[in-house]
């Protein structure tokens, strides 16, 4: 098992930034990709930003160069800078793992914070 524990939502008028952490905890294999995905009210979930192990990162084309992805393979976190939020950067932000167990690629995911802009 992995669990997740996100921190750094809140609220922020638009133009300014916000960084998420997020650390993982848990015995067992490495992970292999960390990230961050969003659900706004009323829409699906969908991925804002991937990093794996061996170093690729992976942006939704709405937040690339504005949001940045880093990770702390030692310590198993994740971060999520996010510079010049938007309005529409308003969503519940979900922490994400992806571990290989031995037989197959299992999901985890963080309870989510919260990240609202204001206009």
């Known amino acids: 098992q992995v669990q997740l524990v996100e921190s750094g939502g809140g609220l922020v008028q638009a133009g300014g930034s916000l960084r998420l952490s997020c650390a993982a905890s848990?015995?067992?294999?490495?992970?292999?990709?960390m990230g961050w995905y969003r659900q706004a009210p009323g829409k699906q979930r969908e991925l804002v930003a991937t990093?794996?192990?061996?170093?690729?990162?992976n942006y939704a084309d709405s937040v690339k160069g504005r949001f940045t992805i880093s990770r702390d393979n030692a310590k198993n976190t994740v971060y999520l800078e996010m510079a010049s939020l938007k309005p529409e950067d308003t969503a519940v932000y979900y922490c994400?793992?992806?571990?290989?167990?031995?037989?197959?690629?299992?999901?985890?995911w963080g309870p989510g914070t919260q990240v609202t802009v204001s206009p």
């Open positions: 848990g015995s067992g294999f490495s992970i292999n990709v």
């Open positions: 994400y793992a992806r571990r290989f167990n031995g037989v197959v690629f299992a999901d985890y």
């Open positions: 990093f794996t192990n061996g170093g690729r990162t």
